[in-house]
């Protein structure tokens, strides 16, 4: 199994990231424009169109607030196993944003980890209005 973990600073108020990673249907519009095209909720889940025009499934397992942490699961055929998280930590007046992805297979890791770091780019320019 793959486990990736990435974490950029983005100087804003953690509770500014947190309040944008946790409305999980604008991830379009609020936290990675462009990365992702688009976000339609259903329940328990979102449809997330990225960049790429690759269509996901997204099961939000769960969100929690007093945490600052968001869990999903990708549910798609070409992965056979994948949990994520976002986590945002206070660090001297700025965000610690760590993501973490579990996956199958171990081959993807180079791939998904490339994704994550893209996704991380824009978001930091967003959240801090560059």
């Known amino acids: 199994m793959a486990s990736i973990r990435r974490d950029i600073l983005i100087r ?7 309040d944008a990673i946790r ?6 519009t609020r936290l990675v424009p462009g990365f992702v095209q ?3 909720l259903e329940p328990g889940a979102r449809i997330v169109t990225f960049g790429s025009g690759r269509v996901l499934r997204e099961r939000i397992v769960d969100c929690d607030d007093a945490a600052r942490r968001l869990v999903w ?17 206070a660090e001297e007046e700025a965000a610690r944003v760590v993501w973490i992805a579990d996956l199958l297979p171990h081959d993807a890791g180079p ?3 490339g994704f994550m770091e893209q996704g991380l780019a824009v978001m930091r320019r967003t959240l801090e209005g560059g």
């Open 38 to 40: 688009d976000t339609r």
């Open 23 to 28: 409305d999980v249907g604008a991830l379009h």
């Open 111 to 113: 791939l998904v980890a």
């Open 73 to 89: 699961s990708i549910e798609d055929a070409w992965l056979e196993h994948h949990n994520a998280s976002l986590e945002v930590l």
């Open 12 to 18: 804003v108020p953690p509770a500014a990231a947190w």
